[in-house]
């Protein structure tokens, strides 16, 4: 029996792993910004600051139409199930983040919407994002933050929920 053990660091170190280190330092940065930005509501704010507020909710912030969306629509943009998006869903409308409505188009249906806190949300979430990806190409470079920012577009752009 051989003494020598295979090489196995392609497990620290392989692509996926690395996107997925590098997406929660992004969205704990986002979140981090977002827990001191004044315009925040202050319960959210603390929130944050707690880290109450996980990545996951951060799924209602990226896919919830202005509009409005149904939960199923939700739930398969964030390629969550159902009842997992509603859990979330429930626990950002007890924080004031959303509601739920009636669908005007399907008496039967509810749309879940931003409320004004939950508009305010938003808008931090936006400034965040901005800073966190100014973040990131300061210290990575432009030229390196472009490269990585487009091949990341394009390999996305086969994911259903892209």
Not at 41 to 51: G, K, S
Not at 81 to 86: D, I, L, N, P, R
């Amino acid at each position: 029996m051989s003494s020598s053990r295979p090489n196995d660091t392609w497990r620290q170190t392989h692509l996926g792993r690395l996107l997925g280190h590098a997406m929660r330092r992004f969205d704990a940065r986002v979140l981090a910004l977002m827990a001191r930005d004044v315009d925040v509501p202050l319960a959210l704010a603390h929130l944050a600051a707690r880290q109450q507020v996980t990545a996951a909710h951060i799924h209602i912030t990226r896919h919830l139409a202005l509009e409005g969306s149904r939960l199923t629509e939700l739930a398969a943009q964030a390629g969550m199930s159902k009842q997992a998006m509603g859990d979330l869903v429930d626990q950002c409308e007890a924080w004031g983040l959303v509601v739920r409505e009636a669908d005007p188009r399907d008496a039967r249906a509810r749309l879940v919407r931003f409320t004004p806190s939950g508009l305010a949300w938003l808008e931090a979430f936006r400034r965040a994002v901005a800073q966190a990806e100014a973040e990131f190409r300061a210290e990575v470079g432009e030229d390196v933050a472009t490269v990585v920012k487009l091949g990341l577009e394009a390999y996305a752009g086969g994911w259903p929920s892209a």
